[in-house]
């Protein structure tokens, strides 16, 4: 699909449908949406009138035109309160509205941009929110691995941006620009979590990971199981010891410094499949562990989109991936472990390994000497029950001011996150009588923080935990988001790299 800016008056451009904003209440239709109610004979004021508009965020009414318009149909998108739109409602209503042509069959869509002044987004805003939406909100699922790199069909071939012809074109043009490489990025993570766990395999992820270092001209490191045991990462290596596909441990350097800035690195969890290992997991939902590398794909999106907008920010990603599985050679409850920086971990449940291959990524992490390091990580069930399904994610930090960056970047991209504690009394229940810590305390409370905790072990920097267990999958479309895979973190981390 190609995005095009163009300035014309919108009740002229020929499309296969076009697409006007209305807001709630007594509202006059102004803008692009006058132009094409004027155009109309006042059809929208009328319907608008009468109550008959749906003006709620996302809300779509179709018209079908006689005369007036160029386009066949028109479809006026609401966008709520006027006193309260801003960047999400835009995001929600383009990508509600979109789809809705694209179910009537259009090919070639228009869409009014929005003018200066809404919601207080400039032009720029406006319409990066615009593409993201309508990109993102039509996404579809790209079933060959071939495909999930390139520019696949999504039902429309066009999308026209049509300006306000007293705006300026470069603003417009520089949001779609933002708006593309972030929902390319957003795409790729959807892709590599929707793919088949038979197919994500971590050396599938660690060949994305090269063809975006061929493509942004990234540094990337592949290591395999004799790498990690060079690096002595025993905690990683315990975990993919029992699986069939061999493991990878990727780093990805965007460095337009020079290794002169201290980098800014994302670590993202790379479990390819959670069986839950010798500790199995239940039969019932088990497919839904295809999405336990959903951290991962968050970060090699993230990275992907950077790239694309050549961020002048060092940044380095890191992915540790392996499946959690079981064969003769996995290992146990009781083994002892030996993590890269030394400490050993008293495994209690085979299916408390995301913690594990982190503790490996994090103290690797230190080494790069990192301004702040944030990992986003399917890591516990208990998270979705604290926080919910598809509502926020568990927010651990142990630096204020890092945190409030994090956090301004997910009220920015509308990925939320929720504060959760990280205190040392958490440990108590990781006390071990032969190591200097269990992975997993074996009761079923606190379960998100008394991991965090354990992570903490780790860590010797600025640093924000992002428990991502409730937020990789969704059951339905709406807005902009699709059934399957989220794609969470890739807008939120890209927020975060570009206004750090
Ligand atoms: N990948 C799971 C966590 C998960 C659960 C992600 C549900 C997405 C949805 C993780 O590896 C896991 O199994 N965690 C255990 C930890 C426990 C054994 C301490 C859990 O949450 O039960
Ligand atoms: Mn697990
Ligand atoms: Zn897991």
């Known amino acids: 699909m190609q995005t095009t800016v163009v300035q014309q008056p919108i009740a002229r451009v020929e499309a296969d449908a076009l697409i006007v904003h209305h807001f709630s209440g007594a509202h006059r239709a102004g803008g692009a949406t006058g132009d094409v109610d004027r155009a109309l004979g006042g059809l ?26 160029a386009a066949p149909r028109v479809l006026v998108v609401g966008l709520g309160d006027p006193q309260r739109v801003d960047a999400e409602a835009v995001r929600r209503a383009s990508g509600e509205a979109v789809r809705k042509a694209r179910d009537l069959g259009a090919r070639r869509v228009a869409i009014g941009a929005l003018g200066s002044g809404i919601g207080g987004l400039t032009p720029s805003e406006a319409a990066r929110a615009t593409v993201e939406g309508a990109r993102l909100g039509l996404y579809r699922y790209r079933a060959t691995p071939a495909e999930a790199l390139g520019d696949g069909d999504r039902g429309i071939d066009e999308l026209l941006l049509v300006a306000p012809e007293n705006d300026r074109v470069e603003a417009v043009g520089d949001g779609v620009r933002w708006g593309e490489a972030t929902a390319d990025g957003v795409e790729l993570a959807r892709d590599l979590v929707n793919l088949p766990p038979n197919v994500a395999t971590p050396t599938h992820l ?11 001209g990234f540094a990337v490191t592949i290591g395999d199981r004799a790498w990690a045991e060079a690096r002595g990462m025993g905690a990683f290596l315990a975990v ?36 839950g ?73 085979t299916d408390a390994e995301g913690r594990l291959l982190l503790a490996d990524a994090l103290a690797y992490a230190q080494q790069l000497k990192p301004k702040a390091v944030v990992d986003l990580a399917t890591l ?37 996150v929720w504060p959760l504690p990280l205190w040392p009394e958490y440990l108590d229940d990781l006390e071990s009588d032969v190591a200097d810590m269990k992975n997993s305390s074996g009761k079923p409370h606190g379960g998100a923080p008394v991991a965090a905790a354990f992570l903490q072990r780790f860590v010797d920097y600025p640093w924000v935990h992002l428990d991502i267990a409730g937020m990789a999958m969704r059951d339905d479309a709406r807005g902009y988001h699709t059934k399957g895979a989220t794609g969470f973190g890739v807008r939120l981390l890209v927020h975060w790299v570009t206004h750090a």
């Open 44 to 69: 929208i004021t009328e319907l608008a009138e009468r109550g008959d508009l749906a003006t709620d965020v996302g809300g779509v009414t179709p018209l079908f035109t006689r005369a007036g318009v």
């Open 206 to 216: 660690a060949e994305v990971a090269e063809q975006l270092a061929r493509d942004h």
């Open 240 to 275: 993919a010891q029992g699986a069939g596909h061999e493991p990878r441990f990727i780093v990805l350097e965007h460095d337009p410094s020079r290794g002169k800035e201290a980098p800014l690195v994302l670590v993202g969890k790379g479990v390819t499949f959670d069986s």
């Open 277 to 349: 290992g010798v500790s199995i997991k239940g039969r019932a939902g088990m497919e839904a562990m295809k999405s336990d590398m959903a951290g991962g794909a968050a970060v090699l999106g993230a990275m992907r989109t950077l790239g694309r907008l050549r961020s002048p920010r060092r940044v380095i990603a890191l992915v540790p991936a392996t499946e959690n599985m079981l064969d003769a050679h996995a290992y146990r409850p009781a083994d002892v472990l030996t993590a890269s920086n030394g400490l050993t971990i008293e495994v209690i449940s």
């Open 380 to 416: 516990t069930g208990a998270c979705v029950v604290a926080l919910g399904r598809g509502t926020a994610a568990g927010r651990f930090a142990n630096d204020d001011a890092l945190a409030a960056r994090v956090d301004a970047a997910a009220a920015a991209t509308h990925e939320r």
